[in-house]
């Protein structure tokens, strides 16, 4: 019995968030966070997911959700419906296999983070998926693969970015329809993630601001260049830990104003307790990704963060562990 094993990491949204999807730059971060995706030879197709609540569910031909399934659950593996047909379109007809997808890092008890799971499925599951019918695919062939998949599971949302960071690794500066560019850290510069307790949902932010733009175009066009201006500065302010923290906070600033334009919800109150928090330690805090719950990231010289992040903990705030991923998708024979 042969078991193909894949993993890919996380994300983080630096700059950039709503920008990108305007053509702006972004800068991404992937993390040390990674979703495992392992295909075994198998005389059927089935595929187990505790994340999405399958022990295990079994599929019809070629891996095709079943007729007869619960509305909801279609819902839930929307994502593997789209990168199983993607990769079908590829590839030559394989084995029957079973699938299964592990994204238990992106929990913290049953809540999730907000660290790009889905695109990390996406990114798996895709090169799995691939290396298991024949030669995988190129890093190019398969960030187009996942991240056509991961858009249409989004309902035709999304950047790519979150795709790029789990195909790639690194540190990404990242234009949707060109290739992502790494970069390098600024000296002293030191950062970590903080969860606030509440989750959201991507797509449903990135509609309501959607729904601005069509309410008030003038409005929205004025936000969203000003996040762009903010955005293009950003190999700059990677120069020097003191231009990186001044634009972050200006960046935040900048999405605070499309929010409340919006109405959309992406800046909580909790986030800003966190932002007072941060600014009365000397640092930088903003949301990071969609917003509205999920993460929040905190920026400081270097030298500070350990004791930064006792700080965060005793105002009840819970610091996430996510080191930098210095590469993206792995795959290895098990």
């Not at 929307?78 to 047909?85: E, G, I, Y």
């Not at 895709?126 to 890093?139: H, I, K, Q």
Request: proline residues 5%; charged residues 20%.
């Amino acid at each position: 019995m042969n078991t193909v094993t894949v993993t890919a990491p996380g994300k983080l949204y630096l700059v950039g968030e709503y920008a990108v999807l305007d053509g702006a730059p972004a800068l991404l971060a992937a993390i040390e966070r990674r979703v495992s995706v392992s295909v075994t030879d198998s005389e059927s197709w089935s595929i187990t997911s505790p994340q999405l609540g399958i022990d295990r569910l079994d599929l019809g031909e070629g891996g095709a959700l079943p007729e007869g399934i619960e509305d909801a659950l279609r819902r839930r593996l929307r994502l593997f419906d789209r990168v199983r047909s993607a990769v079908a379109e590829r590839s030559a007809a394989g084995p029957a296999v079973h699938i299964d997808i592990d994204s238990s890092p992106f929990f913290v008890d049953s809540h999730k983070l907000g660290l790009g799971s889905s695109a990390a499925v996406a990114v798996a599951l895709t090169a799995a998926l691939a290396a298991a019918y024949g030669p995988p695919l190129t890093p190019e062939a398969l960030f187009a693969t996942a991240s056509r998949a991961h858009t249409e599971a989004q309902g035709g949302r999304g950047s790519g970015g979150d795709v790029a960071a789990g195909v790639y690794g690194g540190l990404l500066r990242y234009t949707r329809g060109e290739p992502p560019a790494p970069r390098g850290w600024p000296n002293g510069l030191g950062f970590f993630a903080v969860t606030t307790g509440s989750g959201s949902s991507t797509v449903d932010l990135v509609s309501r601001v959607a729904d601005f733009a069509v309410r008030d175009p003038r409005a929205h066009r004025r936000d969203l260049d000003r996040l762009g201006s903010l955005a293009a500065r950003v190999d700059d302010a990677l120069a020097d830990a003191d231009s990186f923290l001044e634009l972050a906070a200006e960046y935040f600033a900048g999405v605070e104003t499309l929010d409340r334009h919006a109405g959309a919800g992406i800046v909580s109150e909790r986030h800003r307790e966190l932002r007072e928090l941060a600014t009365a330690s000397g640092a930088v805090f903003k949301t990071s990704g969609a917003g509205g719950g999920d993460l929040g990231l905190v920026f400081a010289k270097l030298d500070s963060t350990d004791q930064l992040q006792s700080v965060f903990t005793e105002a009840g705030a819970t610091v996430i562990p996510a080191p930098f991923s210095p590469d993206g998708v792995r795959t290895g024979d098990a």
